[in-house]
């Protein structure tokens, strides 16, 4: 009898751990912080730097603050590595005028071809734009850039939790690189008057 109840609580001790392990989700995953310390500032003949989130999602199809780096907070974090005031009058305004990534669902197939195929389930459409304004009023003097990044991405209708924010992470990642070499090229051809060399 004392054999069969511990055979009976083996079982059902099995069966718990079984279980578990089937319903524990696996790790999220862990995302680098995306910084751009590793280059050059760019420094500039002003004393401020204010960097201003001018953007407010308007559609529920934006997901770009459920991201596990939303757009927004990596140009935040490009303004601040970036841009370095070192004048003594002026202010340099970075402003955030777009970071939206809007899902879209796209038309899958039906019936029995519907069943066997794989379809792409959802397309995501990232943009990311921003504006450097710069004032010296005791100066007279103003100037101001500004640049855009879009990028387009379609998923399969099978893909994980983790696969997925894998792929916003990458849409990030590829907007700001992009918004980075865009606004390198305009800072160096029209804000000359303000780098400090």
Request: proline share 7%; with cysteine.
């Amino acid at each position: 009898m004392t054999f069969e109840m511990n055979r009976r609580g083996l079982l059902v001790s099995l069966s718990a751990a079984a279980l578990a392990a089937c319903t524990t989700p696996p790790p999220s995953p862990r995302f680098p912080q995306l910084t751009f310390s590793h280059l050059p500032p760019f420094r500039l003949d002003a004393q401020t730097l204010d960097v201003v989130d001018g953007f407010r999602a308007t559609s529920r199809a934006d997901v770009a603050s459920g991201m596990p780096v939303p757009p927004a907070v990596s140009a935040r974090q490009w303004a601040n590595d970036r841009l370095v005031p070192l004048g003594n009058s002026g202010s340099i305004v970075f402003t955030i005028t777009e970071a939206s990534v809007i899902e879209t669902k796209l038309e899958r197939a039906k019936g029995v071809r519907g069943v066997v195929t794989n379809d792409q389930s959802e397309r995501y459409d990232g943009k990311l734009a921003a504006k450097i304004s710069i004032r010296d009023p005791a100066r007279q003097r103003s100037g101001e850039v500004s640049a855009e990044a879009t990028r387009s991405r379609t998923v399969p209708e099978n893909l994980s939790l983790n696969e997925r924010d894998k792929i916003w992470f990458d849409i990030t990642e590829a907007l700001i690189n992009d918004l980075n070499s865009e606004l390198e090229k305009s800072i160096n051809q029209f804000l000359q008057p303000f780098l400090i060399r």
